[in-house]
């Protein structure tokens, strides 16, 4: 069964860091994009960073130059450094993937509160 978990949200304080990461319980080779979207109540769910099977990605420009996106194939994990926080990152994140069949899967969500 395709299972994907995220870990590592939390309370941080602006200006702070955290660093999410999303364990796949099959190998991520058979992903062709993950990615890591937040949302907050009320909002619709926004694309943060995606990563390609060949290592290529993308951000939102809200994000651009204070997040990075990246891959461990051998761990099977996809993680998002998330540096220089502010309010409006407070969010609700989560890990998705698209499979090479067409399969899209999601996390359950880790809650990021950046607060003072």
């Known amino acids: 069964q395709v299972q994907l978990m995220e870990s590592g949200g939390g309370l941080v304080q602006p200006g702070g860091s955290l660093r999410l990461s999303c364990a796949f319980t099959?190998?991520?080779?058979?992903?062709?994009?993950m990615a890591w979207h937040r949302q907050v109540p009320g909002k619709d769910r926004e694309l943060v960073a995606t990563i390609s099977s060949n290592g290529n990605t993308n951000y939102a420009d809200s994000v651009k130059g204070r997040f990075t996106i990246s891959r461990d194939n051998d761990k099977k994990a996809v993680y998002l450094q998330m540096n220089s926080l502010n309010s409006e990152d407070t969010a609700v994140y989560y890990c998705?993937?698209?499979?090479?069949?067409?399969?899209?899967?999601w996390g359950q969500g880790t809650q990021v509160t950046v607060s003072s």
């Open positions: 099959i190998s991520i080779f058979n992903f062709n994009t």
């Open positions: 998705y993937g698209r499979t090479i069949w067409g399969r899209d899967y």
